[in-house]
């Protein structure tokens, strides 16, 4: 979820090095313009270089910083849904600068090809992960994959079908799992669908006043955002709104919606798990499913966040990453497990 950009507001200007009202005032009349500029100056500033791949006609449009072969493994970042490669700015910028990292914008978001359903489901987007892996050669050596939400159901069901490629596996509120307990969002959905309203979908907003909603939904930390820059960020996402739907769909669908549960026996790589203790979108107590599964795995619930774990706590998702980087390295060399 782009929350990333309340992060940009209250950070304009020191990261720009503009005066907080000018930057304000220009962000009024080119949101797209301005968060592009945003995207550009952090990116640039961090080290990361966009690029771009091809592969059987398909394009795959990446960032990324440092070279594999280093102390820890390399790390893919995978974001969640509507979202795009950018998101991992804010936990970039406090992992180390010598970490090889790679963000990539899932099939049909932002730079990467938009082709149909068939990519979408979360077995289609393992197979175009897959795909991108080959071509920039991530699998020369096993590499930590990480994923969120969306891209954490991906991550895990990629764990799965492609084990020797990973030295680990890290899931941040991953979807894909039967949770015990119903969140926030998921009983919206339910309101919904018994209502006839399944088009309304929350994570997909059209107005400033549902642009506001989705914010609080995914978000524990409230924001105060005028409304002029709730209607930009709404008239940014407007144009793709179709495809989001698309996706939606697709993820939610009987193929996709619990095929993160339905994989977990299969999962071998050591596993992390991040959680916030406030998700109102997929409820912590997901975190029992995967310890009644994977008794094995390291779990950190995150108190004070909700769901976008990524861009409230940057600074701890980064140092939760390394150490688990560091704690594998060590007792794959024969040392003491701490996981």
């Known amino acids: ?12 200007g020191s990261t720009l090095a503009l005066p907080i009202l000018a930057f304000l005032t220009s962000f009024l009349l080119w949101p797209a313009a301005l968060i592009k500029v945003y995207y550009w100056y952090w990116r640039s500033r961090l080290g990361l270089q ?3 791949s091809y592969s059987g006609g398909y394009r795959f449009c990446y960032s990324c910083r440092g070279k594999p072969g280093g102390a820890t493994p390399s790390l893919l970042l995978l974001h969640g849904f509507s979202a795009h490669k950018d998101m991992w700015l804010s936990v970039v910028k406090h992992l180390p600068s010598s970490q090889h990292v790679v963000c990539v914008d899932m099939p049909g978001h932002e730079g990467t090809s938009r082709t149909g359903a068939e990519d979408y489901c979360i077995q289609g987007q393992v197979q ?3 795909q991108f892996v080959q071509s920039v050669g ?5 590499f930590h994959l990480v994923g969120t939400s969306m891209g954490g159901n991906v991550a895990g069901v990629y764990a799965t079908r492609y084990p020797s490629h990973l030295s680990g596996l890290t899931l941040i509120c991953p979807a894909g799992l039967v949770c015990p307990i119903d969140s926030v969002f998921v009983s919206r959905l339910k309101e919904l669908e018994r209502s006839k309203q399944k088009e309304l979908i929350p994570l997909i907003p059209s107005t400033a006043q549902e642009m506001e909603a989705m914010l609080q939904l995914c978000s524990y930390v409230r924001f105060k955002i005028p409304q002029q820059i709730l209607q930009g960020l709404v008239d940014v996402r407007i144009p793709h709104n179709d495809f989001y739907r698309e996706v939606f769909m697709e993820i939610v669908g009987e193929k996709s919606r619990h095929s993160l549960q339905e994989n977990l026996h299969l999962i071998t790589a050591p596993l992390q798990v991040i959680w916030g203790k406030h998700d109102q979108v997929l409820d ?4 029992s499913v995967l310890q009644a599964a994977l008794p094995g795995c390291q ?11 990524v861009l409230e706590r940057p600074r701890r998702t980064a140092q939760l990453i390394m150490d688990f980087l560091s704690a594998q390295e060590v007792d794959g060399e024969g040392g003491k497990n701490i996981s």
């Open 128 to 130: 175009r992960i897959h």
């Open 138 to 142: 991530l699998d020369r050596n096993p």
């Open 284 to 287: 912590v107590s997901g975190v």
């Open 299 to 309: 779990v950190a619930l995150l108190e004070h966040c909700g769901h976008s774990v």
């Open 1 to 12: 979820m782009e929350l990333d950009v309340s992060n940009m507001l209250m950070l304009a």
């Open 50 to 52: 966009l690029r771009y």
